[in-house]
Every structure is written in C-alpha cells, then in structure tokens.
C-alpha cells in the first residue's frame, strides 16, 4: 500500500471514531424523555378511561389513600399495585383492595367513589 492510501485510511477512520464519539457526548447530555404523569407499568390500565380520572379531585383523594396504604403503581403482580389491587376495586365496585389475598379497607367517602366513577364513565358491576 503507499503512503497516501494509509494516510488516507487512518484520517477516515480518525474521522469516524470523532463522530461516534461525538454522539456519544450528544446522547449522554440530551434531557430525558418526560415521563411526567405516568409510571412504568405493564397493565393498559393508564391509558384510555383512567387519564381523564387522574386529573378529579376524587380519583386524587382514592389514589393518595391508596398510597397511603403502601399500594406501589407496577407492583400488581406482587399483590400490591395501585390500580389493579386497591384503584379499581374500590372505583369500579367489584370488591375492595386486596393485598395477599385479604381484603383490606380503603378510607373513602362514597361521595368521592361516586364523583370518580362518574369522571371515568365506570358503572358498577352487576348493574
């Protein structure tokens, strides 16, 4: 190989290794994506019907008593999510929150379970 055909080779390959480097340096210093209002969940419980409820003064005070609990959004397969073990029960009516398996009392007003249910467009199961 000549000199030039080297010179060439090791100033492309200088040059690439700057630009990788440099989108290295962009990706580490870009802003992460907003996540604000969500949680990281496998359920498809957030999206559709609860978003508008979220948003109700009534759904706030249910989902904070729920929290106050211990219930931790994600931890339904545990037996201690937030929506799927103490939410719905206690907003759609089928029965109350549960952790390992026992039902557990959820301190809410009827009033604010009737103001979220109609937030949401839930009817009570059985009606």
Known sequence: MSGQTMSRIVISGTFLVAVMIGA???AQ???PPSTKGTTPQTQSH???QNAAG???PACQR???ECQKLGFIPGQWKKDNG???DCF???VRGNGSATRDGKPISV???SSDIQACRASEGHQKQGQ
């Open 88 to 90: 719905d029960p206690v």
């Open 29 to 31: 210093m870009a802003p």
């Open 46 to 48: 957030k999206s559709g």
């Open 24 to 26: 290295n340096v962009v």
């Open 62 to 64: 249910i989902i904070s």
């Open 82 to 84: 937030l929506w799927k």
């Open 107 to 109: 301190p809410v007003s």
């Open 54 to 56: 979220e948003h109700n």
